[in-house]
């Protein structure tokens, strides 16, 4: 039997390996705004992270975003990028 081939990322946070799907897409459009990518379909360079406020933390912390993205964040975005993810936990919690 052959294994069904899924594509795996590397979370910049804690570098652990998981399924693209379970993971959370971060991008940096064309336009230079870097954004939480629910859909995972958005144009641009993306970086993956772990479902978890603490993975994107240590990403930006131990600059493998930045890395990731290949550009250099502001405090603006990086509040911005956690406020974004938080919402998106939080309206995933809601769902039954
Ligand atoms: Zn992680």
């Not at 459009?29 to 990518?37: H, I, M, N, Y």
């Not at 859909?39 to 603490?54: H, I, L, M, N, Q």
């Not at 131990?62 to 990086?78: F, M, T």
């Amino acid at each position: 039997m052959k294994k069904k081939h899924v594509p795996v990322r590397t979370c910049i946070g804690c570098r652990e390996t998981s399924a693209k799907r379970a993971l959370i897409r971060i991008v940096r459009t064309p336009t230079g705004e870097v954004l939480v990518d629910p859909t995972g379909k958005k144009s641009g360079r993306g970086a993956y992270v772990c479902p978890s406020s603490e993975c994107l933390k240590a990403g930006i912390v131990e600059k493998r975003l930045e890395q990731a993205l290949k550009c250099q964040l502001g405090p603006g975005d990086v509040e911005s990028l956690l406020y974004q993810l938080a919402q998106m936990l939080s309206a995933r919690k809601e769902q039954p």
